[in-house]
């Protein structure tokens, strides 16, 4: 017994606490069996002793967890103890006494809530946080920007807007053509509409050029046939896109006025409401991190049912942070690229130059980025199963339910009645 009992010292975990998260028993189990089948005065103290630990199922594949799973394992346990107690004889028993002490602590410990949160998770949701601040910020600058788009063109002054088909350009990267500024006035707002069109017509014409030059040489009648299509609807968005440049040509100020306004409204429209989505999921996971901390206080006896579940979540927070750290230093070690040049005195000058080190600035921002999202997006994941999982087992619903209903069936029969 003794060697039995030094060999489980010597791989018992220091801390008392991870002791019991992990099931660890102090005493032998087949020992309390044999002591409860001996002829020694406390052989019934015992028999209880070994119901009571081997109330957990696991333990008849000889597995040393005596901890319980459940509430009604906790009491039949607790009940059993206390029959043990009862019936002890010899009240000199050491061995009794140690047994039922360490059993005494499983059952504190299993009929008391603890703390089970992981930090690990709460630090990367508050990144998550600052990151969604960070862009209400920026979706609120855009919503700035877009509603001085809308205040120039309400600004704007009468003006002549004809324009005709020939001059207006097609390229885009020809200066009359490239309209930077097209919110500044009526003229500039309808050139660049009129651009847009006849750049697609331009490129529609190519398209069905090209597809009539591969049909030329076609061989085979089904391809031919296939490619004439694609000429026939390019012919037709061109056809399209010429409709309605002269459509819109042929608005004059107060039609332009009102297209540009409603274009720059619905931007105004859109940029509030990605505003209103980052702000409503920087909201939820604001609240979500107490609620979490709320939802992950369960009883000992949950914490020692989902076991397995818990160390498989923890190994996958570990995991994320060792990938993320992994991709941080493969970042900080990928060296910027400089130029060295020798000069006939034999010195030597080295410099940065921004547009070699462009790929180098790309991968480390990638790695960065990376890093960054990889710890947000399964922090924010795995806080919010955890959440839903530890309201739904750690906390007895059923009666504040049945309360809501009794309060939902009053009021709709009071409401009947009057």
């Known amino acids: ?56 199922a696991g333990t008849a594949k000889g597995i040393d967890d005596a901890y319980p799973e459940t509430a009604e394992e906790t009491a039949r346990m607790l009940e059993l103890l206390n029959m043990a107690k009862k019936a002890l004889v010899d009240k000199d028993d050491q061995y009794f006494k140690f047994c039922t002490v360490d059993l005494e602590m499983i059952l504190d410990w299993s009929s008391t809530r603890h703390w089970n949160f992981q930090w690990q998770v709460i630090l990367g949701v508050i990144l998550t946080v600052a990151f969604l601040s960070w862009r209400v910020d920026q ?14 063109v309400e600004n704007w002054e009468e003006t002549d807007t004809v324009l005709n088909w020939d001059t207006t ?30 750049s697609s017509y331009a490129r529609a014409m190519e398209a069905a050029d090209e597809y009539a030059a591969k049909a030329d040489t076609a061989q085979s009648r089904d391809v031919r046939k296939r490619l004439e299509e694609q000429q026939d609807k390019s012919l037709a968005r061109a056809k399209e896109c010429r409709k309605e440049f002269d459509r819109i040509n042929k608005m004059d100020f107060k ?51 989902t076991r397995a579940e818990s160390s498989t979540l923890r190994g996958i927070s570990k ?52 890093a960054f999202a990889l710890v947000c997006i399964v922090s924010c994941i795995l806080m919010l199963y955890m959440t839903i999982q530890g309201l739904r087992r750690n906390y007895n619903w059923a009666p504040l339910l049945a309360k809501a209903k009794v309060a939902a069936s009053s009021a709709a029969s009071k409401a009947k009645k009057d």
């Open 1 to 56: 017994m003794a060697q039995k009992e030094d060999n489980k010292k010597k791989r018992s975990p220091k801390n008392r606490k991870k002791a019991m998260r992990e099931g660890y028993l102090s005493f032998d189990i087949d020992e309390v069996k044999r002591l409860s089948e001996s002829d020694s005065p406390n052989a019934e103290a015992y028999g209880y002793l070994y119901q009571a630990v081997t109330t957990q």
């Open 139 to 152: 979706k609120q600058e855009s919503v700035e920007n877009r509603q001085e788009n809308v205040a120039a």
């Open 255 to 305: 039609d332009i006025k009102k297209m540009a306004l409603d274009e720059y409204g619905s931007w105004v429209k859109s940029a509030k409401a990605e505003k209103r989505a980052v702000r409503a999921w920087n909201i939820f996971f604001i609240i979500l991190i107490p609620v979490y901390i709320f939802a992950e206080r369960p009883y000992g006896y949950t914490i020692t049912r």
């Open 319 to 370: 995991f994320t942070y060792a990938l993320s750290a992994m991709m941080l230093g493969s970042a900080a070690s990928i060296s910027w690229i400089q130029t060295v040049r020798k000069y006939s005195d034999g010195h030597t000058e080295r410099s940065y130059d921004a547009g070699t080190n462009a790929p180098v600035m790309i991968m480390k921002a990638c790695l960065y980025i990376a």
């Open 169 to 198: 350009p097609d390229d885009l990267y020809s200066p009359a053509g490239f309209v930077k500024y097209a919110n500044l006035s009526a003229k500039n707002y309808k050139l660049l509409s009129l651009y847009e069109q006849k």
